[in-house]
Nanobody
Framework: QLQASGGGLVQAGGSLRLSCVASGHFPSSYAVGWFRQAPGKVREFVAGIGWSASGYMTLYADSAKGRFTISRDSAKNTVYLQMNSLKPDDTAVYYC?????????????????????WGQGTQVTVSS
């Protein structure tokens, strides 16, 4: 079970940190992705993180590169999405999702269909 939080109302140029907390310990091979969905638009990939005993990797949508950072704290069973330099176009409901990976293949998916576990959304509103 995943719990997303940290959304809110912020002015353009501001920052927010979203949290995605898992109800139990993260498996050793796992991927967590952040997606967002604005009214009338499809759910889109924002950032993802995957890991296993073999390694660790992060992926970002072009719209997030240089502004957002995804990270994890295993001790807290939490994945964070630090969002800086927010723009009105970032306004959406943000969702975290997770899926098991293998030791060898731990790349996070950019597609919502690549995740079987989803948290509830958290609203992010950026005012101009």
């Amino acid at each position: 079970q995943l719990q997303a939080s940290g959304g809110g109302l912020v002015q353009a140029g501001g920052s927010l940190r979203l949290s995605c907390v898992a109800s139990g310990h993260f498996p050793s091979s796992y991927a967590v992705g952040w997606f967002r969905q604005a009214p009338g638009k499809v759910r889109e990939f924002v950032a993802g993180i995957g890991w296993s005993a073999s390694g660790y990797m992060t992926l970002y949508a072009d719209s997030a590169k240089g502004r957002f950072t995804i990270s994890r704290d295993s001790a807290k069973n939490t994945v964070y999405l630090q969002m800086n330099s927010l723009k009105p176009d970032d306004t959406a409901v943000y969702y975290c999702a997770a899926e098991r990976r293998s030791t060898v293949v731990f790349q996070p998916s950019r597609s919502p269909s690549g995740y079987g576990y989803w948290g509830q959304g958290t609203q992010v509103t950026v005012s101009s």
